[in-house]
């Protein structure tokens, strides 16, 4: 360890008397499974105070993180609605909030804040000792937030209305909305709970929790996709970052966007239910022809089985029968007009207490309602969009009236936001807006 | 790839045209990777069939896997009663869950199974292409699996009857108890999730979920026990499975143990729910009081700072002013008396939908009820004994009486069950019983 490690250690000791950075140079010095624990090869990794690079995804720049970093293994998306009438207690908010996160996303325990007991920690202490496993934070505004409260009606973007109905929605209102959002991604559920609760811990007094949505997704060992809970390759025709169409599909850039924004994006967010039990119930031919792919290999049924998964498909190909090779109907050919970016992830939660005490009966004693109707898994859809009102609402219209996958799908809670760009040392989130 | 790789290839080919295996080994052929997807480093591993050792936990050994197993990073416990009245259909059930559970250890697809649709998959295809992390399946029976339906009440251990009521309960009935029970543990989410789902599906008309929780854990980078989200060290003194005692503190095996359950033991589970909120409140000298331990490293009260978390208890300690450096009511010397083997798992729910559709609300506009109340988080608490009798049950009665750290918990689950030894090859659960 140089000397700079040291007065990097030295800066993090909080009033608390935990110091990260410290704990984790004394589990390095003493040679114990630093490697094994976090799935690093060890002496890989050179470090700054203990923390290996490859365990951190920067905070500032030009974009927020959590975008196109490489998707972390889980995510959670939380939604608090502003409950302060003051605008200076919304901006403090926001640059604790922005302060909180760049530390945690360093490995670092949350900075002090202001408690009204003395001697009360600062941080929880639940993620010492732990690497920050990639962690990022995305925020965003919902529509709401622009009403007469704040001050903020002329910045209201365009495009920032809540999304229209869709047939078969059957929204959780409690589920949906919300005037800030906070996307947190870790590649380790226990850094994400820290996370969560360091920031909400901030809002006591100005926001109340609306509602939060956990999930996961696995990278598969062959590079492709991952897969969601019906067993398909998710995100097969994503954009990718480096291509050049990447940009104009997410980046919200043109002259109509408000400044504060430009260089940001739209973040929609859909919670969507999966007929698990419908699908299972489905033979393996007619499930790949609702999706247009085989589920086994990913293959285009326009191309031979064992293709690459990104062969472009031939939505003209007829078989010997001279029918359609992809269906009409089939969800390949439904988006393929309606490119846009999607970082979703799966979730599984077991029971949906709501229909429990609504009265439902996940016991099985009530065939089709009880079991199967209350398990509660599928997707938590994130699309980030240049313009949600040219990709995702048009895509949605179509998923939801002509799509042989959408009668597997109800989406149960939806919301929209605003995602400013990044920031700069020194700068904080609701810059040029508040 | 040696000729017996191509054996075991052919063996697992389904009904629906999957083969893990194949694609796992064009995965391994292609270079694609592998290393980073399961966070081991490359070339480490020598593999059967393309999984490598490392990935997979035995199935089959004297005591079931998922007890003296490193602690995988998440956990699922699930819930079943069994609604069937045929004995034949419970022991076929269970034959169908030994033999799935085996293969999906082994990082296979699900067996071939009868279902009524013609070309349904047998796997749903969730976890193809993803190595099994370590997957461990534990089952376990509940006290009602012996009533009149079965034949089984001649069978019933002596130590397996539903747990007292403690003061300080709150137990919610349908998500306590249970038949059958299986604790699915993984290092990925997502092989849990697919697991769980091809194990219900071979419940249809033999038995019904009743509940399941899900939790995760992560062990820290410097060897020590794993924090809970009280931010507190939980195991510390956890018996460990290479000592002279951790037989006579976990497996059951006296004269009064039935056979079939020689060798197995009792799992007892809770799902306990802390006051984050109440605890964050608290300052950081009362928290070290009601633990005896320092939460900042773990040292026991009665040792200096720094000192190792094995440290011996000093319970006789007096400070300067001559009071005890663990207060009597702390939360080690109250547990102090009752060694039991705990292997736990935080679990960090957001909302609990039961409080809002109760009329809770969790927007914060009810202090106090809204908002931090509404927050289930905890912990899913699991311990093995070879007693419950002489082990959880007193120490909760203590814990429930007269602990410091007792009040920031509220048990809302109970179970206990009995779980049976492990199996050979060629044997079934239920074994002895059924």
Known sequence: MSSSTHDTT???ETAGGLSRRSLLRGAAAAGLGVAGATGLPGGAAAAAGGVPRSEIEPFYGPRQAGITTRQQSYGLFVAFDVTTTSRDAL???L????STAEALTRGEPAPARPTRVPGARGDSGIALELFPARLTFTFGFGPRLFDARFGLAEHKPAALDTLPGFPGDQLVAAHSGGDLLVQICADDQQILSHAFLQMRALTVGVAALRWSQQGFISPPTDGKAPRNLLGLHDGTSNPRPAKAEFGDLVWADDAAT???LRGGTYLV?????????????????EQDRSVGRRLADGSPLSAAAGAPTRTKLDLAAVGADGRPLIDPAAHVRQMHAFPMFRRAYNYDYGFDSTRLHAGGDEHGDEPGHGGHEAYDAGLLFATFNADPRTQFIPAQQRIASNDLLGKFMTPTASG??????GLQPGQSLGRGLL
Do not use: E
């Open 258 to 260: 408000p400044s504060w």
């Open 416 to 421: 929209i936001y605003a995602v400013p760009p």
């Open 10 to 12: 030295q800066a993090v």
């Open 91 to 93: 901006a403090n908010l």
């Open 269 to 285: 967010f859909r919670k969507i239910r999966l007929a698990l039990a419908s699908w299972s119930l489905t033979s393996g031919a």
């Open 95 to 98: 640059r604790q909030w922005t």
